[in-house]
């Protein structure tokens, strides 16, 4: 259980934050930056939630939402081989296989594309977008990570990232009337 009586505690003062089986990083350290931009894409999706109250498209986000603080216990829960006094969070197969599952749902009912898709039509699908591209980012951050050979991150957290910013472009697509309201790029229109 998490409890947070204090939200100020000046550790970070000095340029470093706590990772949650101990130790601390600077507050630049690309495992930090990874499950920041993890945090950064909760955070659009819940900038989408002001648009999807009364859409089915809502109660995945919520999920979403709360698997990605999973996926940030995961990543702040560095891998050392030491026990520790708690079970750590790590995200699962079984949160992946359900946006695979939540993507073919809200892909069955789309327009087949014929040009790539430009971030907008309704406010939720523009929001859409720019959560899949945050999410994007994140993914970016925590498979540079995961090239570092002194860092351990679980293959699972890159293919939920993957997935996530599959499921953001679809349900952009779904939000914007099944693609019917989606902005096409038209290559060269401007030249």
Partial sequence: MVVLNRIYTRTGDKGTTALAAGGRRAKYDLRIEAFGTVDETNACIGMVRLHTKDHSIDEMLARIQNDLFDLGGDLATVETGKPLPYEPLRITEAQVERLEHEIDLLNADLAPL????????????????????????????????????????SPIAVKYLNRLSDLLFVASRSINDNGALDVLWVPGQNR
């Fill in 114 to 153: 014929r040009s790539f898709v430009l971030p907008g039509g309704t406010p939720a699908a523009a929001a859409l977008h720019l959560a899949r591209t945050v999410c994007r980012r994140a993914e970016r951050r925590v498979v540079e990570l995961m090239d570092r050979p002194e860092e351990k991150v």
